[in-house]
């Protein structure tokens, strides 16, 4: 059985990933002609990738309204996990005032990586 995901953002494409790496058959589709555009723009450009934040308390605090949702995501996928699976995906990363970037500071590395991911 296929496993459609619509919409190739952040969301999608970490869900594709995840869910073909765990052995899915996975079909990805994004209206524009560019897979992760806003992911691309995020950060100024460079891909915002993450926080370096990992204590949830403190997290949750700074987003009222998710932090139920929060909660849960931290404990599923934390920011250190976030960093160790880029990198384990060739996209070395670096730490900037509580973010994390592609060392590169190019958002494209970072969709060009999912869509060798989905070749």
Not at 20 to 28: I, R, T
Request: glycine content about 12%; overall charge positive.
């Amino acid at each position: 059985m296929k496993t459609l995901i619509v919409g190739a953002g952040a969301a999608g494409m970490m869900a594709a990933a995840q869910m073909s790496e765990h052995g899915a058959d996975v079909c990805l589709v994004e209206k524009n002609s560019i897979l992760g555009r806003k992911v691309i723009i995020s950060g100024g450009g460079r891909c915002n990738i993450t926080t370096t934040n990992s204590e949830i308390a403190v997290l949750m605090k700074q987003y009222p309204r998710g932090g139920r949702w929060l909660r849960f995501a931290m404990h599923e996928f934390d920011p250190e996990a976030v960093y160790a699976w880029f990198e384990g995906r060739g996209i070395p990363l670096k730490i900037e005032v509580r973010r994390v970037f592609p060392r590169s500071n190019k958002g494209t590395d970072v969709t060009e990586m999912f869509g060798r991911l989905f070749e």
